[in-house]
Nanobody, 123 residues
Framework: QVQLVESGGGLVQAGGSLRLSCTPSGRTFSIYPMGWFRQAPGKEREFVAGISWSGTTSYADSVKGRFTISRVNAENTVYLQMNSLKPEDTAVYYC?????????????????WGQGTQVTVSS
């Protein structure tokens, strides 16, 4: 059974930083696009960032310049470094993986999802 295990969420003050990590278990995704989504209370889940196996990245406009996605293929792990956090970044953050860049980044319908990790930014 495939599981995406996220860690690194928590409570931080506005302007602070957090780093999320995601490591799949059950299989290797080193050649698959990986990414992050988030869902704030009362809102739909939205794309945050994606990265291909070769390092090509894509970001939502709301996080450009503040968030950085990276991956270590040998460790089968994807990271999301979040700087200059704002209260509106408060959400549950989900790791996601799909063989298709389009399904992950364009359509937001990846095949594999993590359970989510809470990020709360206080003002």
């Amino acid at each position: 059974q495939v599981q995406l295990v996220e860690s690194g969420g928590g409570l931080v003050q506005a302007g602070g930083s957090l780093r999320l990590s995601c490591t799949p278990s059950g299989r290797t995704f080193s050649i698959y696009p990986m990414g992050w989504f988030r869902q704030a209370p009362g809102k739909e889940r939205e794309f945050v960032a994606g990265i291909s196996w070769s390092g090509t990245t894509s970001y939502a406009d709301s996080v450009k310049g503040r968030f950085t996605i990276s991956r270590v293929n040998a460790e089968n792990t994807v990271y999301l470094q979040m700087n200059s956090l704002k209260p509106e970044d408060t959400a549950v953050y989900y790791c996601a993986v799909d063989p298709s860049w389009a399904r992950l980044v364009v359509h937001g319908t990846p095949a594999y999802w993590g359970q989510g990790t809470q990020v709360t930014v206080s003002s």
